[in-house]
């Protein structure tokens, strides 16, 4: 009996080292997989739930202005990247576009510092920079979403050479028009391109599942009646085809920047989405949730006079998946609230007016008899001279095409949802370039005009006609900084 004995507590004891020694690696395990990692020790979660692999996820982040009076753009994307970054997604999966000249510009009273909030935190370091200057260009975008090297110019060549089960999170911030969004390097990008390279990269099969947000005026513009529900894509927009989208955190609102800065740190539509997804365990949230929440958000709470109509495109099945899914996984956020409280109603501005809203506190704050202050009071009012010769000059074209009577309402007309914003997307580019020609560049308030242009294509009105009518609205004027040799051609 001893011996059987002693064999039996033998037996127990290596049973219960296994078990214990196996409970320990669990443990350091459990521990490892909860803690908060660097960046580059974090990796992309393995499996979907159900066990299905996830592959890799990639993005692509365009800040598609320049200059400092439009820093929220860039400082938009750079929120981004550090938010897909502490998901997971690795560096060399993360494509962006930023012309990346407010972090060192002169007015930025933290230099290599760039906020998107108004107690936010440098979100400068460690972005990349694969797309920077001359070569933020609507052909490099095109290129770099196809994962055509060849077609690359300039810049880092860093392409989405994604593959089948992989998929691609696009986020775009910038100025936009009916049917354009903007560029820092003309020309713009037009909707029917931009679907066109959609449409390429679906049928080269590259990817699983794509998901766009974009933040623009008349953003909808980009996909009413033009994006198909077969592409495994879902798009949301920061407002509808008709309307401005609005920045924020902008000096003298509520919330406002730290007192130094007087430019907007953010807009709407991006700090709510980005805010969103900072306070959720994002493998618990789906991208519907996210699309309601931030719907709201935009909205400024139902104040559509201060905020803007988020709209959805594409396949809408997608809303079902896990939002980690295209922005990773942040260990920290494991255990975070399902819900929580949204903030109060905030200050905006009009993305169009941003700009002024910029040069005004230039002004305001510039010494009275400064060299400064003269120079912001010429600028101020050869941007509002511009302004108003391109809506005159608009009202005239309407006027002597179409008569005194029916000049506004055909040029201003919107077409049912579901309708495409023009039938002849190369006709709407010709007649920007016809106009261009002759009244000056439309910069980023004269896009608000494409709208007109695409109405002038739908009533079936020569380019010679165009010619003759833009020719006479518009003699007399000096383009001066405005021309398009200097400015560049928008189409």
């Known amino acids: 009996m001893a011996p059987a004995h002693h064999r039996s507590v033998f037996f127990l004891l290596v049973l219960v080292l296994v078990l214990f020694t196996g409970g320990v690696q669990a443990a350091r395990f459990n521990q490892r997989d909860s803690a908060i990692l660097l960046p580059s020790e974090r990796q992309e979660p393995p499996a979907e739930e159900g066990g299905e692999p996830v592959g890799t996820r ?11 009076a439009n820093y929220r753009h860039q400082a938009d994307v750079c929120h981004a990247y550090q938010l897909l970054r502490k998901g997971g997604l690795k560096e060399e999966h993360i494509v962006v576009f930023m012309y990346d000249d407010i972090a060192i510009h002169e007015l930025n009273p933290r230099p290599g510092v760039i906020i998107n909030h108004p107690q936010g935190e440098n979100l400068y370091d460690g972005v990349p920079k694969d797309y920077t200057g001359e070569h933020v260009t609507a052909q490099n975008l095109y290129a770099v979403l196809l994962g055509d090297r060849k077609a690359v110019k300039g810049g880092s060549g860093k392409v989405v050479n994604s593959k089948a089960n992989d998929r691609i999170f696009i986020f775009y911030s910038d100025h936009g028009g009916p049917g354009v969004l903007g560029m820092p390097n003309m020309p713009y ?15 080269a099969k ?30 949301t927009t920061a407002s509808n085809a008709q309307e401005s989208s609005f920045g924020t955190y902008c000096p003298g609102m509520d919330p406002s920047p730290p007192p130094e800065y007087i430019t907007c740190l953010g807009d709407l539509y991006s700090v709510a989405w980005m805010e969103d997804s900072e306070t959720h365990n994002l493998k618990r949230e789906t991208i519907n949730q996210q699309y309601q929440a931030v719907k709201e958000r935009t909205s400024n709470f139902n104040n559509y006079n201060s905020g803007s109509h988020v709209m959805e495109y594409g396949n809408t099945s997608v809303k079902s998946e896990k939002l980690y899914l295209y922005q990773g996984f942040d260990p920290a956020s494991a255990n975070f609230p399902p819900n ?36 912001m009071l010429k600028q101020i009012t050869e ?46 580019k ?38 003759e009518t833009s020719e006479a609205a518009c003699s007399g004027n000096e383009l001066r900084q405005w021309h398009p040799a200097i400015r560049g051609y928008s189409a």
């Open 58 to 68: 990639w993005a692509v982040l365009v800040a598609g202005s320049s200059g400092y």
């Open 430 to 467: 010709s007649m920007v370039r016809v106009f261009e020609t002759h009244c000056g560049s439309l910069t980023q308030y004269g896009m608000k005009h494409m709208r007109a242009f695409a109405n002038i294509c739908n009533s079936g009105v020569s380019q010679a006609l165009m010619e």
């Open 383 to 428: 941007t509002m001279r511009h302004r108003k010769h391109l809506d005159a000059s608009i009202d005239m074209i309407g006027v002597i095409l179409f008569g005194p009577d029916k000049g506004s309402r055909i040029l201003n007309s919107v077409r049912a949802r579901g309708l495409p914003l023009v039938d002849d997307w190369q006709c709407l």
């Open 189 to 203: 990008v037009y909707a029917m391109e931009f679907i066109d390279v959609l449409k390429k990269k679906h049928a």
């Open 206 to 235: 590259s990817y699983k599942g794509m998901v766009i947000y974009v933040e623009a005026c008349e953003s909808g513009s980009i996909f009413e009646g033009v994006m198909p529900k077969d592409l495994d894509i879902y798009v």
């Open 340 to 375: 929580k409280l949204l903030p109060d109603q905030m200050g905006v501005v009009n993305q169009r007016d941003a700009d002024l809203l910029f040069m005004w506190h230039m002004y305001k704050n510039a010494a009275e008899g400064s060299e400064k202050k003269s120079e």
